[in-house]
């Protein structure tokens, strides 16, 4: 009699951890949803600002050498200085990157909280425009779980909000402690994407380079 209860008593435990096994799942599966959801949505109005401001005629940028041409000067949409900010939604955002092997397109906020990751990945430190930034993303499906499966040499591009982009290409994959701040932080490469290992036990970075750098 009490093996039996025993066994029942194993049976009901058993029941209850797939049960709360089922229910995480079910959970993380919606958080990722959202998350896809709620970067698709921002990618969508940034595009729509970034095409707005690509019909901005470009300023016409006159030779010194020589100013009494006849030549038509070319057309040219000079590097910009600083990052443009765009609010979406109460959030704001810098621009996108695109990782063309993974069919990936994810917007990326200006500024990094717990709460903001949810949403989309998020600028950490640096920017891009004076090659340090580091960028950081949940390990959602939806946006850098594609992270784990990066190589060195693909290309990547970040966009900014007035359509300028750099391109990118990937340099190393090393997957870090969570504490080894200094490896992204201080580092040599002109652009760092980090996110959680499954577990969260560890850090997946990918360092890049902007590829004029690339010698």
């Not at 008593?9 to 919606?30: M, Q």
């Not at 940028?61 to 041409?69: A, G, H, I, M, Q």
């Amino acid at each position: 009699m009490l093996k039996r209860r025993v066994g029942s008593v194993f049976v009901v435990i058993g029941a209850v951890l797939l049960a709360a096994a089922l229910l995480l799942y079910l959970h993380n599966e919606e958080e990722d949803a959202n998350a896809g959801e709620a970067a698709s949505a921002a990618l969508s109005a940034m595009r729509e600002v970034i095409s707005e401001n690509n019909n901005i005629p470009p300023k016409l940028v006159l030779s010194e050498e020589e100013p009494d041409s006849t030549e038509p000067a070319e057309e040219t949409i000079p590097a910009p200085t600083e990052l443009t900010v765009m609010n979406i939604d109460g959030n704001d955002y810098i621009g996108y990157l695109s990782i063309p092997n993974f069919e990936l397109e994810l917007p990326v906020m200006a500024d990094w909280s717990m709460e903001k990751l949810q949403l989309a990945p998020c600028l950490q430190y640096g920017s891009p425009l004076t090659d340090d930034a580091v960028i950081a993303g949940h390990n959602f499906k939806q946006h850098f779980r594609a992270l784990h499966d990066i190589q060195v040499g693909e290309h990547l591009t970040f966009t900014d909000m007035t359509g300028y982009t750099i391109e990118y290409s990937v340099v190393e994959v090393k997957t870090i402690d969570p504490r080894s701040v200094y490896e992204v932080i201080d580092s040599e490469y002109d652009l760092i994407l980090y996110t959680c290992t499954i577990g969260g036990q560890s850090r997946v970075t990918v360092r890049c380079n902007r590829l004029e750098n690339i010698s």
